[in-house]
């Protein structure tokens, strides 16, 4: 069983618009959960993490928002740039198990410029 | 300073054959993670170090793999007869605390072909 969903698979958006990726979860145990930008041939790389007492994050043009009570949290791209184009990953922390990661299946995101 | 590395970033072998991969985490970085990410998809957990010790390998699909970290800083992924089913990317990283709530910092992984 998935323990993240992610939508959708993949997303085109033109330069300048704005990039939604929604997540969402089961596990009320999770107790961190981080984004992730993955680009070709690369490891995934940190983008902005969230914890479930906040509801909104935003660093620079990235934005989490995060709604407890549907389970549910989404990725915000605004102004996004041909540069954005990557494969992004929602990811969750802790559960039954306080080492392990569980990641999304992936969106790829594409920036028409 | 210098990230992860991973070594080698391709290994072709054929079905029934060994092969270990190696992970160089940051310098001083205590936690150390393996996943195996197939196409398409997400990191898969496969094992996690603390220190010396295996403290969680539950991700471990069988007892073909296995992985060790004998002086607490390169590790080394083992798999043992490999499968075409093994082939994905090998993906190790490090973090500077244990629990991962600290970032975990990725090498770009070890692309696994099993012919």
């Known amino acids: 069983q998935q323990q993240v969903k992610q939508s959708p698979q993949s997303l085109i958006v033109q330069k300048g618009g704005i990039s939604i990726i929604n997540c969402a979860y089961e596990n009320t145990a999770f107790d961190y959960f981080p984004w992730y930008q993955q680009f070709p041939g690369k490891g995934p790389a940190l983008l902005i993490a969230?914890?479930?007492?906040?509801s909104e994050k935003k660093e620079g043009r990235f934005t989490i928002s995060f709604n407890k009570s549907a389970k549910q949290f989404s990725l915000h791209i605004m102004d996004s740039q041909p540069g954005d184009s990557a494969t992004y990953f929602c990811a969750a922390h802790g559960g039954d198990n306080f080492n392990k990661f569980y990641f999304g299946s992936g969106t790829k995101l594409n920036v028409k410029p | 300073g210098a990230g992860v590395s991973q070594t080698p970033s391709n290994k072709v072998t054929e079905k029934g054959k060994y092969v270990e991969l190696r992970c160089d985490p940051i310098?001083?970085?205590?936690?150390l993670y393996w996943y195996r990410q197939s196409l398409g998809q997400g990191p898969e957990f496969l094992i996690y170090f603390q220190g010396t010790g295996a403290a969680d390998d539950s991700g471990l699909p069988n007892d073909r793999f296995f992985a060790v970290r004998p002086e607490g800083s390169v590790s080394t992924l083992k798999i043992q007869r490999t499968e075409r089913g093994d082939s994905a990317v090998y993906l190790c990283?490090?973090?500077?605390?244990?629990?991962?709530?600290?970032?975990?910092?990725f090498g770009p992984g070890t692309r696994l072909t099993v012919l």
């Open positions: 310098s001083g970085h205590t936690a």
């Open positions: 990283a490090s973090s500077s605390q244990s629990g991962g709530l600290n970032e975990q910092f």
């Open positions: 969230i914890r479930p007492d906040v």
